[in-house]
């Protein structure tokens, strides 16, 4: 069946460094990709998407670019602020629903 | 922009008793409403997929019996958990398509979190 890994399971960073969180996937198809993040007490946040190959996607600072060759859709910011601190989940989409990562805790310390 | 409220944010239930919990779509119409459970060893397990006018769908391992779903207009969406033991605990998601806009994406709302006595 379709899957997704997230390499890093926890991540640690002070304010201002460079954030990447690795996501590969396995799919029969040809996928949607997405990003979320979950803050304590809520429900999961659509940050952003990509359908196509090399396509960017983009929120908040935030960015990942589709890779159908290497199946990927990476996670990356420039510059983690202390509010970037959550879990950060990616997953594939088809119209039968979302499959999810098991999802990766930023902790950005000042 | 979509938002998608859910209540309660809470419940505590007796074993073997059944809880009701709600979804509302505001801002756009959910065309298709995904229900998921999140618990801390499996992450996010899809239990169905309802679309209006069409048949809801269950994952394996849920079925209508344990988990009812009534998806009766474009804005709203209840699913109940039936006889409710230990093993059902987690938060439960309802999470909605916009059927104007991108296929595939869920908008969640902040879920129903379900402990079980």
């Known amino acids: 069946g379709d899957s997704v890994t997230q390499t890093e399971g926890q991540v640690a960073l002070s304010e201002e460094d460079f954030l990447t969180i690795h996501c590969n996937y396995s799919?029969?198809?040809?996928?949607?990709l997405f990003w979320y993040v979950q803050y304590p007490g809520e429900g999961p946040q659509f940050l952003f998407r990509?359908?196509?190959?090399?396509e960017k996607g983009s929120s908040r600072g935030f960015e990942a670019t589709y890779d159908k060759g290497t199946t990927s859709f990476h996670l990356r910011k420039a510059s983690v602020q202390e509010s970037d601190s959550a879990v950060y989940y990616c997953?594939?989409?088809?119209?039968?629903?979302?499959?999810f990562g098991l999802g990766t805790r930023v902790s950005v310390f000042p | 922009g979509a938002l998608v409220y859910q209540y309660p944010r809470r419940t505590i239930c007796k074993s073997g008793t059944s809880m009701r919990m709600e979804c509302q779509a505001v801002?756009?119409?959910?065309?298709?409403v995904a229900w998921y459970r999140q618990s801390p060893q499996k992450t996010f397990e899809l239990i169905a997929l309802?679309?209006?006018?069409?048949?809801?769908?269950?994952e394996q391992n849920f079925t209508q019996e344990k988990f009812p779903i009534s998806h009766p207009n474009l804005s709203f969406s209840s699913m109940t958990v039936l006889n409710a033991y230990l093993e059902d605990r987690g938060l439960y998601l309802c999470?909605?398509?916009?059927?104007?806009?991108?296929?595939?994406?869920?908008?969640f709302g902040s879920g129903t979190r379900l402990t079980v006595l």
């Open positions: 997953a594939l989409g088809f119209a039968q629903g979302l499959t």
């Open positions: 799919a029969s198809g040809y996928p949607a």
């Open positions: 990509a359908s196509r190959d090399k």
């Open positions: 801002g756009f119409q959910a065309t298709s």
């Open positions: 309802s679309t209006v006018n069409s048949a809801i769908k269950y």
């Open positions: 999470g909605a398509r916009d059927g104007a806009s991108s296929a595939e994406t869920l908008y």
